[in-house]
C-alpha cells in the first residue's frame, strides 16, 4: 500500500465482483420472503416484482456509484466500474430470469 491510498488495490475490484451476487441474494431473499409474508398472488404480485427490480437496479447503480466515488485514482476508478458494472448487469440479468423462470 502506498502513500495516499486507504486500502490494498485488490479490494474495490474484489467487491466489485463479490458485491452485486450478495446484493442480489439478499434481494431475493427479502422480496420473495415478503411476498410469501403478504400471501400477494397474481397482479399484486407482478407489482411486487415491478417494485423488486426497481429498488434492486437503484441499489446496483449505487453501489457502482459509490465503489467510484471511494476510488482514489482514475485508473481504479475506471477498473471498478468496469468490473461492477459488468457483475451487476450480469447478476440483474439472472435475478429477473431467476423470478421469470418459475
Do not use: C, Q
Not at 466489485?16 to 409474508?37: E, Q, T, W, Y
Not at 447503480?61 to 466500474?81: K, Q, Y
Request: hydrophobic share 60%; aromatic share 12%; no cysteine.
Amino acid at each position: 500500500m502506498t502513500n495516499g491510498e486507504r486500502w490494498p488495490r485488490w479490494v474495490l475490484p474484489l467487491a466489485g465482483v463479490v458485491g452485486p451476487p450478495i446484493l442480489a441474494i439478499v434481494f431475493s431473499i427479502v422480496f420473495d420472503s415478503m411476498s410469501r409474508i403478504a400471501g400477494v398472488s397474481g397482479y399484486a404480485r407482478a407489482n411486487l416484482d415491478k417494485t423488486e427490480f426497481a429498488a434492486f437496479a437503484v441499489v446496483l447503480v449505487a453501489f457502482v456509484v459509490a465503489g467510484a466515488w471511494l476510488s482514489r485514482t482514475p485508473r481504479a476508478r475506471l477498473v471498478f466500474v468496469l468490473i461492477a458494472g459488468g457483475m451487476s448487469f450480469l447478476a440483474y440479468v439472472l435475478t429477473f430470469l431467476g423470478h421469470v423462470a418459475p
